[in-house]
């Protein structure tokens, strides 16, 4: 399993560019109004403008100040199995989106991680762990 990426929820996405750009030095892959990422080399790190209560954009509430680590196994379904059969709660199953097979999952304080599916060039590309 390897990390992949983190998603750090922003309440202000220009004023967190700036930081993470011109204060950290980290070099953006790309940028807009809801959604920035950059590189770290061998992980993503992912801006995404967090959420007010009652958003229409999202399902949940996702205020600023949080983050959700995204990790990465060869067999989705088969990661998926062994969490459902060690009772993690799973919010969301296995699905496509974004182009990719991905699943959300709770850990026991909440916090929210993603888990997805490599896709064969990342595992080629990609000592494995």
């Not at 922003?10 to 930081?19: E, I, K, L, N, Y």
């Not at 980290?26 to 967090?50: M, N, V």
């Not at 509430?61 to 983050?67: K, L, S």
């Amino acid at each position: 399993m390897q990390l992949t990426y983190t998603i750090v929820f922003v309440s202000d996405m220009t004023r967190a560019v700036s930081f993470y750009r011109d204060v950290l030095g980290l070099t953006p892959r790309f940028e807009t109004s809801h959604w920035t990422e950059f590189d770290t080399g061998a992980a993503t790190l992912a801006l995404h403008l967090a959420t007010a209560p009652g958003d229409a954009r999202t399902e949940r509430n996702e205020p600023a100040g949080r983050a959700r680590p995204g990790l990465s196994v060869p067999d989705l379904d088969e990661f998926h199995r062994r969490m459902i059969a060690k009772n993690v709660r799973c919010l969301e199953a296995p699905r496509e989106t974004f182009g990719a097979r991905i699943a959300t999952y709770a850990d026991p304080d909440g916090l929210v991680f993603a888990v997805s599916e490599r896709r064969p060039s990342e595992s080629d590309a990609r000592p494995s762990a």
